[in-house]
């Protein structure tokens, strides 16, 4: 992969950012008031049922749900790292009633509660501080020998009795005093928990990480970022004072601020919406097909229509190589977890089959999720495993739909009114004084009362005016925009005028 180009922007009370490479998206992710991310959160909760037969529980946090509470989720996740031996537990040692620190290490999917942890962690940009789990791991992406073992040893020199850390793969560009800094503040930081935790009701958060801009730029090898955009002016600002505080090697930030929506404008809203649609084209016309089970996602490739100048086996090997690094890109970019099959196109030379494993191994590597490929089966089919962590893009972005009774998705209101806003700001900066817009009923109350919304576009464009028309028949994403030069604009009868 080439160098990474950024994306942060801040509206309407979300915040959202995109990872280009390439010229292709390869990660993006948005937080709302009504969709924060709660994991790493600390709470103080009380244990409401203990299963003995399984070795969990289940623990009120405050939270719609329960939490649950698994004994194998006591201890760093040795898939990710290596490192010393943890004596685990048989059993987790709790009684209802019971009132006890835990973390969120996983949020809530569908109808099931988030999964927690009582062995806290506090991640920093070099390293991963374990206050009460005395393991020392390194990541296993920091692959040469000799450099893990001096990381492993600095490790240990600086933790106390009872504690340990796992050092990140950003930690061998950073010296000992960064290193030093990070664990005592984070010491720091336990200790005042502790102390909170004592006297805090229960359901109360003690600790919440840090605002999604900067948990990517802590998570971001900065030095292999080429730019930096930027589409909030106060979201800037704060990049900015971040960026000179660490001192990050960013070549340019860049504010973009003309008045349009800067996905929209950048021409980036194509593949983010394309992160919903099952079927996803390849370069040489060739395509995939992504189909999420309960238990399994599956992905067919297709030749669609690639044919090929050389002979059959070629033409198959040739775009099942492309599909590979294509698959590596989406399962990262759609964050999907759990068991993944994938039914690449017959071949029949033992080495095309071996080396398109190795291939897609070879693909996967990048992903900062851990990855597990099996070798391929006698009917073509090859099988791996991805540990996801937070939520995907198609959870936040859809819901099933009402107008054929489940058996589809659509997309979710805000996901609708983000993209008529970008439209309509597209539309502003083009010289325009008067806009109206026909929309379905409940996406036009849902933008009347969003007033977040209202007062930002009003702030960039306060001659304009804006109207509204409802429509009862509309289906939730149609829409239509007209736009006139003028501020006398005829408008339908019912509009309403926004501002």
Request: with cysteine.
């Amino acid at each position: 992969m080439g160098k990474k180009t950024l994306y942060f922007d801040s509206c309407c009370g979300m915040e959202s950012y995109a990872v280009v490479e390439d010229g292709k998206l390869t990660e993006f992710n948005y937080e709302s008031a009504d969709r924060v991310n709660i994991i790493g959160n600390i709470y103080k909760g009380r244990v409401t049922d203990v299963l003995n037969g399984m070795q969990a529980a289940f623990v009120n946090c405050g939270l719609e749900r329960n939490c649950y509470l698994s004994v194998e989720d006591l201890f760093p996740d040795k898939t990710k790292y290596d490192g010393g031996e943890v004596d685990i537990p048989a059993e987790l040692n709790l009684k209802p009633g019971d009132e006890i620190l835990v973390q969120v290490v996983k949020p809530p999917v569908g109808k099931k509660g988030a999964k927690v942890t009582t062995a806290l962690s506090f991640v920093g940009k070099c390293l991963i501080f374990l206050p009460c789990t005395p393991f020392i791991g390194v990541s296993r992406k920091i692959r040469d020998g000799e450099l893990r073992k001096t990381l492993i040893f600095n490790g240990q020199k600086m933790c106390r009795e009872g504690e340990g850390m796992i050092v990140r793969t950003a930690a061998p560009y950073a010296n000992r005093k960064e290193a030093l800094a990070e664990v005592a503040y984070y010491r720091r930081l336990y200790r005042a928990i502790m102390a909170k935790f004592k006297d805090a009701p229960v359901g109360e958060i003690l600790f919440t990480d840090y605002p999604l801009f900067m948990r990517v730029i802590r998570d971001t090898l900065l030095f292999d970022v080429e730019r930096i955009y930027v589409g909030s002016k106060s979201l800037y600002e704060s990049l900015k004072e971040l960026i000179a505080v660490i001192g990050a090697p960013v070549r340019e930030i860049v504010l973009h601020d003309n008045g349009t929506d800067m996905f929209y404008d950048l021409g980036l809203s194509p593949q983010i919406i394309e992160l919903v649609s099952p079927r996803v084209e390849l370069d040489n016309g060739a395509y995939l097909i992504i189909e999420k089970t309960e238990a399994l996602t599956v992905i067919d490739v297709n030749t669609g229509k690639f044919t090929g100048e050389d002979s059959l086996e070629h033409t198959v090997y040739y775009t099942n190589i492309l599909a590979a690094r294509e698959i590596a890109r989406q399962v990262k970019l759609r964050n999907i977890g759990g068991i993944v099959v994938v039914d690449f196109i017959d071949m029949t030379d033992e080495k095309h089959r071996a080396a398109l494993v190795a291939e897609l191994e070879k693909a996967l590597e990048n992903d900062k999720c851990k990855c597990n490929v099996l070798p391929m089966s006698k009917f073509g089919l090859v099988e791996f495993t991805r540990k996801r962590t937070g939520s995907s893009p198609l959870s936040q972005f859809v819901q099933s739909c009402r107008y054929c009774g489940g058996s589809g998705i659509a997309f979710v209101p805000d996901l609708i009114v983000l993209k008529i806003r970008a439209m309509l700001l597209d539309v502003l900066s083009k010289g325009n004084a008067a806009v109206c817009i026909d929309m379905n009923a409940g996406i036009a109350e849902r933008i009347a009362s969003w007033s977040a919304l209202v007062e930002e576009v009003q702030r960039m464009y306060p001659l304009a005016r804006i109207y509204i028309t409802p429509h009862r028949t509309f289906h939730e994403d149609h829409f239509t925009i007209r736009a006139n030069a003028s501020p006398t604009f005829p408008v339908p009868a019912g509009s309403v005028l926004l501002y």
